[in-house]
DNA sequence: CTGAAAGCGCTAACAC
DNA sequence: GTGTTAGCGCTTTCAG
């Protein structure tokens, strides 16, 4: 292990105080111009670096942040990372990520460790499982020790903190109503995702554009794919029992695999049926027919939440600490191949 | 701001030296098991939390690895990243990761950052701009200041460093075989990244197909698509002026826009035209007709690349640096529907 | 069993 | 102009 350039080691090159190599490395006034060209000029040759734990140590403050996703594959994750990234370096963040990979352990985990101080603050989408569980006293604890926290798409009531989240409910409601108002009538629902929060507000928005404009919901409709459930067994008990003409799936895996089995089952889209899909990606824009969809708008997202997160840690510095927000994003649907205005 | 609870105020509570409390919790038989057990207590329940910084001058090590990919939307990307985080959580190192943007600049920043000291060692997959520039002195020099390096797919011979890669050009090779085999013998090539290191392998691989069957090669059949150019203006050109019965494209948007232009221009796929594109997603199992791909094993390659990582670091700090390794993974083809055997 | 003190690398107030 | 010193929070050696 080859030693690091120290301002001690150099000091001792030029037979001068540490404190001079250090004044004459910030360009102090103090130092003869002749002694800074002199010390800069060797530190640079020899690639000195500052000790950031030891600026960390003065300073105490670490300039990152954390991030925790539940997942990373999935692509609106991976562009809520990269809105995040993006203002994080615009204020000279950097950023950790941790993957909970919808695990509450893991999730605990990681934000001990933020609280650690490894980080000023962090910003978190929650896991599935701590949003079944319910469980929320880890983030409790990071507000009390002052780290800054924003939590961003899955979030919870229970924590008080910054936000920033789409409105799901109402984009459900707005995709329920684009179907209705084309003379669909028979709407199913797919949901992957029933336990999250965001699975949960989407259902509500369907059930109340049903009730809205006088349909009666129908739970038999709702189909809750479990974990060890196979999709397709349950698509055929509800179309083979009742009349379905449109569908409405909370989440773009579903939606594609849905996708397929209709065209299996040789359903005519959007003629027999019609499709919108919530998607994350760019699967739906591809696949024959081009499925209409509401997008969400991850990078945005992330950029907002980070701004969000900015903002607070200022506060946290300043000791001024104002009361939580919450940002709404709104979604959009995008017409494409497989609705049809009758 | 709320001050934090060091080991200094647990001492004054106790009345106590600050040693005292410091062995205390960390267990040691110096200290008597009644005041242990009211110490820990104690910090536990106020949450003490050693102090990052101070450790980290104490041990120099960061126990945080950086990460430099050129985007992370990128299906393949977010493969990589996923791979070694969850190798690097193995280890005990968290990750840092910055975004290139295939930048050349923002890879110098990230890996001075990184040099800096806030990693003891970092993975990088090279910008695009920085494999056309073919300046990597910011590699050397972190090289000579001692922090571990690992290159991951897009990687340079002018670095000394363990690496992870694809054999590209014998993926093309295999590609371009198996359409020889199939009685293709007009085939072109489509490649939206001939100034990667990357996209120069599978050209290479391709051309050496051809010639090792007796074709010759046609420059004017690589359809090289620059930022500014208009791929479907390029393609028919080439389809108009000379006959092609298969199409190999080198990456996946690239394939996914090639199969909707020839679906346009009404080919029939695989029949007229047969189609293999290298992939990093799922979009090509999903389109009509699905593609026939050649794909990358990326949580594999990441996985690899950071138990290089962990191991050099390893070497480093016990000083006993080895020879630079180079781990070759493979690709595979996946049969689908766009090849057909005649 | 407990405490004093040195030192990790750096900054900044103050002295010379 | 330059140097001395204290201190950031912690670990560790050594003395008592």
Redesign the interface.
């Known amino acids: 292990?080859?030693k690091?350039l120290t301002l001690k080691t150099i000091a001792k090159h030029f037979n001068v105080s540490i404190a001079t190599i250090s004044k004459a490395l910030k360009n102090s006034y103090d130092i003869s111009e002749e002694r800074r060209k002199e010390v800069q000029k060797f530190a640079k040759e020899n690639?000195y670096?500052?000790?950031?734990?030891?600026l960390?140590?003065k300073r105490?403050k670490?300039n990152?942040i954390g991030l925790i996703l539940p997942n990373?594959?999935n692509?609106y994750f991976?562009?809520v990372?990269?809105g995040v990234?993006k203002i994080a370096n615009e204020h000279g963040y950097?950023?950790?990520?941790?993957?909970s990979n919808d695990n509450y352990q893991k999730e605990v985990d990681a934000t001990n460790?933020f609280?650690?101080?490894?980080v000023d603050g962090f910003i978190v989408s929650l896991a599935e499982e701590t949003q079944k569980l319910q469980n929320y006293s880890h983030f409790k604890?990071a507000i009390?020790?002052?780290v800054g926290l924003v939590m961003i798409d899955r979030v919870t009531d229970e924590v008080n903190c910054d936000k920033v989240i789409v409105n799901d409910a109402k984009a459900a409601y707005d995709a329920t109503e684009y179907f209705i108002s084309n003379q669909r009538k028979n709407i199913a629902l797919v949901s992957i995702i029933s336990h999250t929060s965001v699975g949960k507000l989407r259902i509500q928005g369907y059930k109340k554009a049903l009730e809205n404009n006088n349909i009666l919901v129908d739970e038999n409709l709702i189909i809750r794919v479990g974990k060890n459930d196979d999709l397709e067994t349950l698509l055929k008990v509800v179309l083979g029992s009742r009349k379905v003409d449109a569908l409405l799936c909370l989440e773009e895996t579903a939606t594609?695999s849905t996708l397929?089995i209709l065209k299996k089952l040789h359903y005519k889209i959007p003629e027999n049926i019609s499709l919108i899909g919530f998607t994350n990606g760019?699967?739906l824009q591809?696949?024959?027919p081009k499925v209409t969809s509401v997008s969400q708008h991850g990078v945005f997202m992330g950029e907002q939440a980070m701004r969000f997160l900015a903002a607070k840690l200022k506060e946290?510095?300043e000791?001024k600490v104002s009361s939580s927000k919450t940002k709404i994003v709104k979604t959009t649907i995008l017409e494409r191949e497989s609705t049809i205005k009758l």
Chains 1, 2 share one sequence.
């Not at 950097?94 to 993957?99: D, G, Y």
């Open positions: 292990m080859k690091k690639g670096k500052p000790n950031i734990f030891a960390g140590l105490n670490t990152t990373i594959l692509l991976a562009k990372f990269s990234e950097n950023v950790v990520i941790c993957i460790m609280v650690n101080g490894t604890n009390k020790q002052d594609i397929e760019e699967l591809h696949v024959t946290i510095e000791d």
